[in-house]
């Protein structure tokens, strides 16, 4: 079994559509990265958290410590929304020697 | 300015060749890493520098050698390729703890 477990795993959405996926793990954790990757692209950091929520244009994401989740949320969905979302979380005291465990990702597609 | 860069961006090579990619970053982090995403796009770590010093090797063949001539490049060599050494191959850079930052991505395909 992953640390680090994604659903859904694949997601299709109309255009405007609230968007919600989903990050659970079983270790204790520093912090927890949400990533995205267009296709054949590179990979950007969209958020990095410890606890509570951030927000950053459409994108929110929050996470429960003690519940060992996170979640991404995605208001007013758009194609270019469309990419895999990857979960990472990184383990132990947040040091050098930390690393990074990272989810399946989940395939977003977001249809006009 | 590309925060991190790789080269190449893409690598076709024959079985038992040796080649590098190479990372830079001029973001002044002071971690860099390599990881890999295979075919199912599972990314996973393969080292990780700290201040040009071996943090974290996860168990690559030592056919993988790494090298950070300063705390701005690290290097991936791959000596005799195997085919199940095609992937993209992701340099990462960041302040120790910080959030990512990463590199475009090198694909190496093995024929």
């Known amino acids: 079994k992953n640390e680090v477990e994604q659903s859904p795993q694949n997601l299709t959405a109309q255009e405007g559509e609230f968007i919600t996926i989903n990050c659970s793990y079983s270790?204790?954790?520093?912090?927890l990265h949400w990533l995205q990757q267009h296709p054949g692209g590179g990979i950007v950091s969209l958020f990095m958290?410890?606890?509570g929520k951030k927000k950053h244009g459409r994108l929110i994401a929050t996470i429960n410590i003690q519940e060992k989740h996170s979640s991404l949320h995605i208001t007013a969905s758009h194609p270019r929304d469309s990419a895999v979302y990857i979960c990472?979380?990184?383990?132990?005291?947040?040091?050098?020697?930390?690393?990074?465990?990272f989810g399946k990702g989940i395939t977003l597609s977001v249809r006009p | 300015d590309t925060a991190v860069s790789q080269t190449p961006k893409y690598l076709v090579t024959q079985m038992g060749n040796d080649k590098s990619i190479k990372c830079e970053q001029n973001?002044?982090?002071?971690?860099m890493y390599w990881y890999k995403q295979d075919s199912k796009k599972f990314l996973k770590i393969m080292f990780s520098?700290?201040?040009?010093?071996?943090?974290i090797n996860e168990t690559v063949p030592n056919r993988f050698s790494p090298k950070s001539p300063d705390k701005a490049h690290l290097n991936l060599h791959i000596n005799s390729l195997e085919l199940g050494d095609s992937a993209v191959y992701f340099c990462?850079?960041?302040?120790?703890?910080?959030?990512?930052?990463f590199g475009e991505g090198s694909r190496l395909t093995v024929l």
């Open positions: 990462a850079s960041t302040i120790t703890g910080g959030e990512l930052f």
């Open positions: 270790v204790g954790i520093s912090a």
């Open positions: 958290l410890s606890s």
């Open positions: 990472a979380v990184r383990s132990g005291c947040g040091g050098a020697n930390s690393k990074l465990t």
């Open positions: 973001l002044g982090h002071d971690t």
């Open positions: 520098y700290n201040n040009k010093e071996l943090i």
